[in-house]
């Protein structure tokens, strides 16, 4: 990709991000929020997980 075609993408991707509404824009954040994974599975990957879930069914 040359830096011509990524000026273009990225003035593109703004451009497209600020003609939405406010509100539009704040419901895709919320969306893309509750989506994500928890902080502790983000950062430390399958392994807190899976102790997580250990620990849950020996209770």
């Known amino acids: 990709m040359s830096t011509n075609d990524y000026v273009k993408f990225i003035t593109q991707t703004f451009v497209k991000h600020f003609n ?3 509100i539009e824009r704040k419901k895709n954040r919320a969306v893309r929020k509750e989506k ?3 902080l502790i599975d983000r950062w430390f990957g399958i392994i807190p ?3 997580k879930l250990f620990f849950k069914k020996k209770r």
């Open 20 to 22: 939405q509404p406010k």
């Open 36 to 38: 994500r994974l928890p």
């Open 49 to 51: 997980y899976a102790l």
